[in-house]
């Protein structure tokens, strides 16, 4: 199958760290080109693309929106729920840290996808912006490897063996404090995409 890239470079970013790393793997595979973790520590080079997360309960870093202009980004978002809970568990509660920082930092990383995709001229032709899902990958993966296959050029997304395996589980639930937590909060999306409602907190 014959591969015609839109021209990049191509920035792969998201609030968490599974889904936007599975993504990023993906382009690694099927999007010619060099690839990098971004750092704050050295300059942005046009020529590369970059995978860049913004991991929770660790340093985030700010970086200038303006660093990624030109860029064709693939922004990745997913269910509150458990994007919290992955923080929580993973980064938060080892250090002694409360569920509620972790949703801090969580609603933190949200503003700094916006940020990166609106203020860097992300609505702009020349550095177009795709917004995805985790749960995308769950309940349309065909419509999706249609999307990024419009996206990027490359026909290889229609045929790929992805090997997707969700962490969208019910392993929040046998947290107590985590539990208690959302059930308080009585957490929702705060945003609107459909497949969201997959992700709601279900106390039944």
């Known amino acids: 199958m014959t591969t015609t890239a839109k021209k990049g470079p191509y920035l792969i970013c998201g609030c968490g760290g599974s889904g936007t790393m599975f993504t990023y793997g993906l382009f690694q595979r099927l ?21 860049l997360s913004w991991p929770h309960g660790r340093p985030f870093g700010y970086h200038p929106p303006h660093w990624f202009d030109g860029y064709r980004k693939i922004v990745l978002f997913r269910s509150p729920v458990h994007v919290i ?9 080892p250090d002694g840290g409360t569920p509620a920082e972790a949703h801090k ?8 996808a916006a940020a990166t995709v609106f203020l ?7 550095a177009s912006a795709f917004v995805m899902f985790y749960e995308d990958w ?5 419509e999706l490897r249609q999307d990024l296959a419009s996206f990027t050029g490359v026909e290889a997304f229609m045929t790929e063996d992805l090997g997707f395996k969700s962490a969208n589980d019910d ?7 985590f539990y208690e937590y959302i059930r308080d909060k009585k957490l929702v999306s705060p945003l609107t995409h459909p497949t969201w ?8």
Do not use: C, L
């Open 105 to 112: 930092v969580w609603w933190r990383g949200v503003h700094m």
């Open 85 to 93: 809970y992955s923080a929580w568990n993973h980064w938060i509660k």
């Open 197 to 204: 409602a997959f992700g709601h907190a279900d106390f039944n």
């Open 31 to 51: 999007v010619p080109g060099n690839y990098s973790d971004f750092s704050i520590h050295h300059p942005v080079d046009k020529n590369v693309n970059y995978h």
């Open 138 to 142: 769950i309940h349309r993966p065909d």
């Open 120 to 126: 860097s001229g992300g609505m702009q032709p020349e």
């Open 171 to 177: 392993r929040w639930k046998q947290d107590p404090v």
